[in-house]
């Protein structure tokens, strides 16, 4: 059909059809920093209400033996005053 003809003065320019480069891949943290403070501040939220309820549980502790100690007191406040 048609034969290709190359100029004998000038320039020669090429057209080049765009094509895709490989680059190299980009490491991606697993996690972002934001990610992990948010954990450490679950953690850390979840370690105080930890904290609190065991300091709740031995102040109850605290209170029934002091209640226990009274009721004791007066038992024996009652014994004596019947046996005099």
Same mark, same amino acid.
């Given at each position: 059909?048609?034969?290709?003809?190359?100029?004998?003065?000038?320039?020669?320019?090429?057209?080049?059809?765009?094509?895709?480069?490989?680059?190299?891949?980009?490491?991606?943290?697993?996690?972002?920093?934001?990610? !992990?403070?948010?954990?450490?501040?679950?953690?850390?939220?979840?370690?105080?209400?930890?904290?609190?309820?065991?300091?709740?549980?031995?102040?109850?502790?605290? !209170? !029934?033996?002091?209640?226990?100690?009274?009721?004791?007191?007066?038992?024996?406040?009652?014994?004596?005053?019947?046996?005099?």
């Amino acid at each position: 059909m048609f034969k290709e003809v190359l100029p004998k003065q000038g320039q020669l320019s090429v057209e080049g059809s765009p094509s895709l480069a490989m680059c190299k891949p980009k490491l991606l943290p697993l996690k972002s920093l934001t990610l !992990e403070r948010m954990e450490q501040l679950q953690r850390d939220a979840q370690q105080e209400v930890r904290i609190a309820q065991q300091h709740e549980q031995q102040q109850q502790q605290q !209170e !029934e033996q002091q209640e226990e100690q009274q009721q004791q007191q007066e038992e024996q406040q009652q014994e004596e005053q019947s046996e005099q």
